[in-house]
């Protein structure tokens, strides 16, 4: 085996490096947006789901793939949907309106789901609901601000299910995860950072009281970045994050927090973290690649900043990456990836 050097870090060149390195590149390469918003139908249903295995979903590779399709029924019978009316909403800096949205459509409804073999064929949770469905999208302002839609539970309901004790959450929008920690027996008390005090109020006036809850929520009107502090966040036990629109600004984000603190790990989480991650684990891989044949990868200019933390977070390792193996499961681990970002 021949030995290329990238400061300290060392990648071992074997038989089995080339032949992993060109599937992650194909993979890297795969379009899968294609198939969101295509219609769908129980006719259609297997024959679509075959399409999606051939292009890289895992969860269609098996004899029994589930249903591409979500009960609207089920949906409107979950708890927050259900039991909190957005209608009551009176603020003149919030408005609504109920929008019918159509049913047999895939959409994302869950955070990237990772490639099992760990080889950057990482896929989409596509479903579509099996009827047309009526959702009420809220404005702040004549924008547009939120919606109560089924991927709010695919998201939420994990982080809120983990939850325990002094719950502190950064970004309160409609308190989708805010109600559903309310309904776990191991939260005592939670405290909100929100720093639109507009969003505070409208929330305290009009759905607060739809609670009925006897969970003590405390709530503090500032900027989420400021609060990102060791001495506030160890007073808490579990510490939510959900202060972006979507992945595109989540990884921004949550770099500029872990940049001032990085908290322990088992009790903190980050809204859709995986889908904001998931160029990270594309730049890890090619940091890997370059680092073994000794070719330097140019990556989107966007992507720069992020490709240097790589770089000078893997310099600091006195390590031989002598399998395949390790190389996947460094790429896609979380932990690391958070130590990545908090470097400066």
Same mark, same amino acid.
């Given at each position: 085996?021949?030995?290329?050097?990238c400061?300290?870090?060392?990648?071992?060149?074997?038989?089995?490096?080339?032949?992993?390195?060109?599937?992650?590149?194909?993979?890297?390469q795969?379009?899968?947006?294609?198939?969101?918003?295509?219609?769908?139908?129980?006719?259609?249903?297997?024959?679509?789901?075959?399409?999606?295995?051939?292009?890289?979903?895992?969860?269609?590779?098996?004899?029994?793939?589930?249903?591409?399709?979500?009960?609207?029924?089920?949906?409107?019978?979950?708890p927050?949907?259900?039991?909190?009316?957005?209608?009551?909403?009176?603020?003149?800096?919030?408005?609504?309106? *109920? !929008?019918?949205v159509?049913?047999?459509?895939?959409?994302? $409804? &869950?955070?990237? =789901?990772?490639?099992?073999?760990?080889?950057?064929?990482d896929?989409?949770?596509?479903?579509?609901?099996d009827?047309?469905?009526?959702?009420?999208?809220?404005?702040?302002?004549?924008?547009?601000?939120?919606?109560?839609?089924?991927?709010?539970?695919?998201?939420?309901?994990?982080?809120?299910?983990?939850?325990?004790?002094?719950?502190?959450?950064?970004?309160?929008?409609?308190?989708?995860?805010?109600?559903m920690?309310?309904?776990?027996?191991?939260?005592?008390?939670?405290?909100?950072?929100?720093?639109s005090?507009?969003?505070?109020?409208?929330?305290?006036?009009?759905?607060?009281?739809q609670?009925?809850?006897?969970?003590?929520?405390?709530?503090?009107?500032?900027?989420?970045?400021?609060?990102w502090? *060791? !001495?506030?966040?160890?007073?808490?036990?579990?510490?939510? $994050? &959900?202060?972006? =629109?979507?992945s595109?600004?989540?990884?921004?984000?949550?770099?500029?927090?872990?940049?001032?603190?990085?908290?322990?790990?088992?009790?903190?989480d980050?809204?859709?973290?995986?889908?904001c991650?998931?160029?990270?684990?594309?730049?890890?891989?090619?940091?890997?690649y370059?680092?073994?044949?000794?070719?330097?990868?140019d990556?989107?200019?966007?992507?720069?900043?992020?490709?240097?933390?790589?770089?000078?977070?893997y310099?600091?390792?006195?390590?031989?990456?002598?399998?395949v193996?390790e190389?996947?499961?460094?790429?896609?681990?979380?932990?690391?990836?958070?130590?990545?970002?908090?470097m400066?």
């Open positions: 085996m021949v030995m290329l050097e400061t300290y870090m060392k990648v071992s060149r074997n038989e089995e490096l080339p032949a992993f390195f060109k599937r992650c590149l194909a993979n890297i795969k379009d899968k947006n294609r198939f969101l918003g295509m219609r769908v139908s129980k006719a259609r249903e297997k024959y679509i789901q075959k399409q999606l295995s051939r292009h890289g979903f895992a969860e269609f590779s098996f004899p029994e793939p589930p249903s591409l399709f979500l009960s609207a029924d089920e949906w409107e019978k979950t927050y949907h259900s039991h909190i009316d957005l209608t009551h909403i009176s603020s003149h800096h919030f408005s609504f309106e *109920k !929008e019918w159509k049913g047999n459509e895939l959409f994302n $409804a &869950d955070a990237i =789901q990772k490639d099992p073999q760990r080889e950057l064929n896929w989409m949770k596509l479903r579509a609901m009827r047309d469905f009526e959702a009420i999208y809220l404005y702040q302002d004549d924008a547009d601000w939120m919606m109560d839609a089924p991927s709010e539970a695919f998201t939420n309901n994990p982080c809120a299910e983990k939850a325990h004790d002094r719950v502190l959450t950064l970004g309160l929008g409609i308190g989708y995860f805010l109600y920690c309310t309904l776990n027996p191991k939260v005592k008390e939670i405290t909100v950072v929100e720093r005090q507009d969003v505070i109020d409208m929330f305290v006036k009009d759905i607060l009281p609670f009925h809850t006897s969970v003590p929520i405390h709530f503090i009107c500032t900027d989420a970045f400021a609060y502090q *060791k !001495e506030n966040l160890q007073a808490f036990d579990y510490i939510y $994050a &959900d202060i972006w =629109q979507s595109d600004d989540g990884l921004a984000c949550i770099t500029k927090l872990l940049e001032q603190y990085n908290p322990p790990f088992e009790n903190t980050f809204w859709i973290e995986d889908s991650n998931e160029i990270m684990w594309t730049l890890s891989f090619y940091h890997f370059e680092t073994a044949l000794n070719r330097k990868m990556p989107a200019d966007p992507y720069l900043p992020y490709m240097e933390k790589i770089r000078h977070y310099e600091k390792e006195d390590h031989i990456y002598a399998s193996q190389i996947k499961t460094r790429i896609y681990d979380t932990r690391t990836i958070r130590s990545i970002l908090s400066k």
